[in-house]
Nanobody, 124 residues
Framework: QVQLVESGGGLVQAGGSLRLSCQAS????????MGWFRQAPMKERAFVAT????????SYADSVKGRFTISRDNAKNTVYLQMNSLKPEDTAVYYC?????????????????WGQGTQVTVSS
């Protein structure tokens, strides 16, 4: 099983940027399709982005397309989420997730392991 630890959250003004990181340990990181999800207060956890095991392919929720970029460094066992042009509606707890040898999927129940989350707050 892989263990995931997110970092990089914080408070930022609208229009600003943040870069989230998710450090993995345990099983071979390159065996996992990785995803980012977020959960705002009183809302369901929602898909944000996913990246293939090699990093060659990515997919995004429509709400973040063109503003967020997911990437990974398999040598560092880390997946990133670069968030630009942040909006107040991006405020949420952001979670990274891992799917062992899975295809890229947007359903949260497809993922085997989750981090503890990192808070992102965007002020207007």
């Amino acid at each position: 099983q892989v263990q995931l630890v997110e970092s990089g959250g914080g408070l930022v003004q609208a229009g600003g940027s943040l870069r989230l990181s998710c450090q993995a340990s345990g099983r071979t990181f390159s065996s996992y399709t990785m995803g980012w999800f977020r959960q705002a207060p009183m809302k369901e956890r929602a898909f944000v982005a996913t990246i293939s095991r090699s990093g060659a392919t990515t997919s995004y929720a429509d709400s973040v397309k063109g503003r967020f970029t997911i990437s990974r460094d398999n040598a560092k066992n880390t997946v990133y989420l670069q968030m630009n042009s942040l909006k107040p509606e991006d405020t949420a707890v952001y979670y990274c997730a891992a799917d062992y040898f899975g295809p890229m999927r947007i359903r949260k129940d497809a993922y085997d392991a989750w981090g503890q989350g990192t808070q992102v707050t965007v002020s207007s």
